[in-house]
């Protein structure tokens, strides 16, 4: 079992920035590829960015391509996603997942943390 645990939302204005984070713990967390996903109010729950074991690669949505970067410290079992120019339509919960499988797709993940509320005012 991984437990992840997202801390960081909170209320911000447009084009301001926003650092999430997400502490794991369990098993070891070098062994899991990483993610945010995020669901708005009434919409499913989409992909946002994900960054491999060795943090050698990662990819966005191209919704937040250039605005957000993922980032981890396996040392500190701990992923990042630094938001920056957020929009009001960046607002939503946003989930941090480890998987073994990892890619773009929910079922790639085996684990999720509750949430955080990110809301970007205009």
């Known amino acids: 079992q991984v437990q992840l645990v997202e801390s960081g939302g909170r209320l911000v204005q447009a084009g301001g920035s926003l650092r999430l984070s997400c502490a794991a713990s369990g098993r070891t967390f070098s062994n899991y590829a990483m993610a945010w996903f995020r669901q708005a109010p009434g919409k499913e729950r989409e992909f946002v960015a994900t960054?491999?074991?060795?943090?050698?690669?990662?990819d966005y949505a191209d919704s937040v391509k250039g605005r957000f970067a993922i980032s981890r410290d396996n040392a500190k079992n701990t992923v990042y996603l630094q938001m920056n120019s957020l929009k009001p339509e960046d607002t939503a919960v946003y989930y941090c997942a480890a998987g073994l499988r990892g890619g773009h797709r929910k079922n790639g993940y085996n684990y999720w943390g509750q949430g955080t509320q990110v809301t970007v005012s205009s």
């Open positions: 960054i491999s074991r060795s943090a050698d690669y990662t």
